[in-house]
Nanobody, 119 residues
Framework: QVQLVESGGGLVQAGGSLRLSCAASGLTFSSYAVGWFRQAPGKERESVAVIWRSLGSTYYADSVKDRFTISRDNAKNTIYLQMNSLKPEDTASYYC????????????WGQGTQVTVSS
């Protein structure tokens, strides 16, 4: 059974930093593309960052580029999202997800962790 568990969310002032973690059981992150998504109240879920399986290449949404960094620790089977220079508009629930390489769908999701940035 696949389980993804996020942690590291919290309340931070604008300009501050947080590091989110996503730990997996039941699968090996290095074999999959893994992404971070977020959803703010009243808004659609959006992709924030993705680390791809091959070569560990990454994608970032324009809104977080140069502020957020996604990384993977294969030994710990954990994905991180380092978030710097946080803005109030980054306030959302953040989720990690694993992409099914066959279907291309984001198949497995964590329960989410709340990030709140105060102005």
């Amino acid at each position: 059974q696949v389980q993804l568990v996020e942690s590291g969310g919290g309340l931070v002032q604008a300009g501050g930093s947080l590091r989110l973690s996503c730990a997996a059981s039941g699968l090996t992150f290095s074999s999959y593309a893994v992404g971070w998504f977020r959803q703010a109240p009243g808004k659609e879920r959006e992709s924030v960052a993705v680390i791809w399986r091959s070569l560990g290449s990454t994608y970032y949404a324009d809104s977080v580029k140069d502020r957020f960094t996604i990384s993977r620790d294969n030994a710990k089977n954990t994905i991180y999202l380092q978030m710097n220079s946080l803005k109030p508009e980054d306030t959302a629930s953040y989720y990690c997800a694993v992409r099914n390489p066959g279907s291309g769908l984001w198949q497995y999701w964590g329960q989410g962790t709340q990030v709140t940035v105060s102005s």
